[in-house]
């Protein structure tokens, strides 16, 4: 049975592309944020978001409370995000996947 990739100490450290930055995105950089050392990009197409991200360490529109560790950090720019991700989580509704392509 393979591992669970939220567990701690269940992988090595990796960089972990979140391609969206809405609900679902945010858990999922919680669940990956446990396990010590994942660097964490979030992609968004909205610039201002990221830049809030980057420097509130908060999302603006979603669990506006939820602090993001310093190891997660966001951009508007898809290649940025995806060029040395070791794994990608598609988190954007498929209406805004298929818009973008």
Same mark, same amino acid.
Do not use: W
């Given at each position: 049975?393979?591992?669970?990739?939220?567990? =701690?100490n269940?992988?090595?450290?990796?960089?972990?592309?979140? @391609?969206?930055?809405?609900?679902?995105?945010?858990c999922?950089?919680?669940?990956?944020?446990?396990?010590?050392? /994942?660097? %964490?990009?979030?992609?968004? @197409? /909205?610039?201002? %978001?990221? /830049?809030? %991200? /980057?420097? #509130?360490? =908060?999302?603006?529109?979603? +669990? =506006?409370?939820?602090? +993001?560790? #310093?190891?997660?950090?966001?951009?508007?720019?898809? #290649? #940025?995000?995806?060029? =040395?991700?070791? %794994?990608? +989580?598609?988190?954007?509704?498929?209406?805004?996947?298929?818009? +973008?392509?």
């Amino acid at each position: 049975m393979g591992k669970c990739l939220f567990a =701690k100490n269940s992988m090595a450290q990796r960089s972990i592309a979140i @391609l969206g930055s809405g609900a679902f995105a945010t858990c999922v950089a919680k669940a990956s944020s446990h396990v010590a050392g /994942n660097r %964490i990009t979030f992609f968004t @197409l /909205n610039q201002d %978001i990221a /830049n809030h %991200i /980057n420097r #509130e360490r =908060k999302n603006p529109h979603v +669990y =506006k409370n939820f602090v +993001y560790p #310093e190891t997660v950090r966001a951009t508007h720019i898809l #290649e #940025e995000a995806v060029s =040395k991700a070791d %794994i990608v +989580y598609n988190c954007m509704p498929t209406q805004v996947a298929v818009s +973008y392509t």
